[in-house]
C-alpha cells in the first residue's frame, strides 16, 4: 500500500510581519521544512494563498516562490479555494505524491495581510464570497458569521456568553506554542467585556487575520532518506466538498453540509469511525463555524456544538481537544496558509513534539479548512504509523 | 495501462461577452463538454483562472462554478499560473483522475476581461510578473515581450517583418474557426502597416485578451458510458517547468528554457520523439514567444524559429500545423482559459472534426501554455487512440 507521508514540516511565527515580503516569509518556512525531512528535494510546488493577487498584487505564486526558494524549475502551482487554500492545496499535493507522477512535493500556504490596509483588506477578502450576488451587497465574511450566530442563538436559545468556551480554550492553547500570534489565556470576564465587531459577534468570536507561511513537504514511505529520524506520520484519508458559495442559497444555514460530507467521506477512506479521532483542528474563524463544525462533523448534536466547548469537552485534557495549538483564534488566520498550518501541527502533534500544547498518545488528527461559510470544507486525516 | 481520455470538450466564442457574467460563460462550456461526454457526472471540478480575483472581483471560483453549473456538493478548487493556468489545471484534473482517486474531473478554463476596461486591465495583468521588481518599475508584459523581440532582432540579424509569418498562419486559420476571435485572414501589407503597440511590437505581434471558457472531461478509459461514439483521444503525457518568474534574472533569456524542459519531459514520457507530433498548439501572446517556443521546443534552431513560420513550415498543410484554430493571435487569448482551449482544439483534430482547420490524419497534438515569458511552461501530448 502506498502511504503519503508527511515527511518535513516547517511555519514562521504567525502575526503582523510589517517587514518581510510574502516570498521571505514563505522561504522561511520551506527552508524549515526541507531540513526537517532531511534535505529531500521537491519536484514539485503546490502553493495555499487566498488573496496575494489584491493584497500583494501578486499572483503567479508557483514560480515566484520555487526560484526565489532555490528550487527553479520545479513544477509549481497556485490552489486557491478561499479560506480552505491550505488545505486546497495540501489535497493537491496528496494527489501528485499518491498518484506516483511526483516523488517529492512541497507544499506550502503562505499569506500577507499587512500588504494593505483597512479597506484594501475588506475588498480582498470580498472577493472570497459571492461577488455578484453577496459582496456587492456589503455582506462582509463577518456579516455572514454574524448572521448565522444569531440564528443559532435564536433557534437554540443561546445565551449570550454561550460561545465563550472556542475562544477561551484557542488562547488557553495558543499561550502554549511559540508561533502563535497571540500567546495569552484570557478570562471569561474578558470575553464578556469584548467590544462588538459585527452583532453578535465580538472581539474573542473572530478571529485575526494575520502574515503567516507554512509547508509540509510530502513523500511515499519507500522514499524518505536514511537520516529520517521522526515518528512516521501519513496522511490516511483526504476529502473536498463543497456548498453553495453565497450563503442565501441554502436552505438549512446551520447544517455546514460540506463540512458534514468532507468529515463523513474522509473518515469512509480511512476506514475508522468518529470516535478514532484524537484531536480536532477545525477552522474556527468565527466562534460560530467551530460549533456548527463540531455538529456537521458529528462531534456534538445540532444546536449542542456550544455546549460541548462551554462544558470544557474540547480542551487538551478532554476527549476531543480542538484548536490544539491556538486554532484559528490565537495562533491567527493566515489566510490560504492556514490549511498548512493545520497540517504542520497534527504532524508534531503525531510526532509527539507539541510542547505545553501535546495532546497525550494522539494517534488520529482531523484537520479542516473552509472557504467562506463551509462553502469549501477540505479535511484531511493524519495519522501516527506503528514504529 | 490506466489511460486517462478526454471524454467530453466544450467552449464558447472567445470575444468581448460584455453582456455575459463569468460564471455564465463557463455554464455554457461545462454544459456543452458534459453533453459531449454522453452524460459523464463529474466528482471533481479544476478552475483554471488567471485574474478573475481582479479583474471580476471574484476569488473563490471552484465553488461558484460547482454550484452554478448543478454539481453542487463536488470537489472543487481553482489552480493558478498566469497564462498557464488553464493548461495547469488539466494538470490537476489529470493527476486526479490517473491516480485514481477521482473517477471522472471537469476542467474548465475561464476569464472574463471585459469586467475591468483600460487601466484595471493593465494592474490585473502586472500582478503576474514579479511586482514587487519588474511590474512595480512599470515593466508591462508587453514590455517585455518586446525587450525580447528587440534582442532576438538583435542578435540573429531578423528584418522588420521577419515575425509576419506567425500573425498570418494564425489569422488564416482563425477564419476557419467559428470561435475564433478574428476571422479573417490577414496579408504581409497588413502587418506591415500596423501600429506599434510597444516597439518592436506591432498590433498583429500581440494577440488580444479576450473573454472565454472552455471545458474538458477526463475519465479513464474503462469508465466511458456506452453511448460514447467519439473517436478515443487520451492524454499522453503532462509535464511542468518553471523559469524564473523577472525576466531580468534569466542567463540567456532568449532560451525559453522552461519551454524546452517541458516538452523534453512529456515527449519522454509519451515515448516519442518530436518527430511524431503532428501539430503543435503553442503559446503565441506575442509573435516573438512563437518563435522561441518552437526553437525552444526543438522544432527550429536558435535564431531560426521566425525564418520556419515565414517559409511557410507552420501552415495547415505543412509537417508542422501551428496555432491550428487561430492560436492565441487569431482564436484570441482568454487568459487561464486559454491552456483548456488549447486542449479542446487539439481534442478536435484528433477527432477529426477540427473543419476547415482540419489537420489531415493527426495522430499526437503538442499543446503548450505559457504563464509570462515561459516563467510557467505546462504541455501535453494528447494522442488518437487505435481504434
Redesign the interface.
Known sequence: MTEVIIAGIGQTEVGEHWGI?L?DLAYAAIKEAVTDSGGLKPQ?LFVGN??A??L?????????L??HCGM???????????GASGG?AL??GY??V????VDVALVVGVEKFTDQVGAGVD??V???????FE?VQGLTATGQAALLMRRYMHEYNVPTDGFAGFPLIAHANGAGNPNAMFRKAIKREAYLKAEMVSDPINMFDAAPNADGAAAVILTRNGLLPKEFSHPLVKIAA?????????LH?RHAPLGF??AR?SVEAACHKAGIGLEKIDFFEYHDSYSIYAALSLEAAGFAKPGQGWLYADSGSISLKSSLPCATMGGLKARGFPGGATGVYQAVEAAMQLRGVAGLCQVAGARFGLIQAL??PA??AVVHILEKMDA
Open positions: 515580503a516570498r514539485a487566498m488573496l493577487p489584491n500583494s498584487n501578486q499572483a503567479h505564486l508557483g514560480v515566484l520555487a526560484d527553479r524549475g520545479i513544477e509549481a502551482v497556485t490552489v486557491e479555494a478561499a486546497a489535497r493537491q494527489m501528485a499518491k498518484s506516483g507522477l475588498s480582498a470580498a472577493t472570497t464570497s459571492d461577488s455578484d459582496a483526504s476529502a473536498v466538498s463543497t456548498d453553495t458559495l453565497a442559497d453540509w460540506a460530507e472557504g467562506g462553502s469549501t
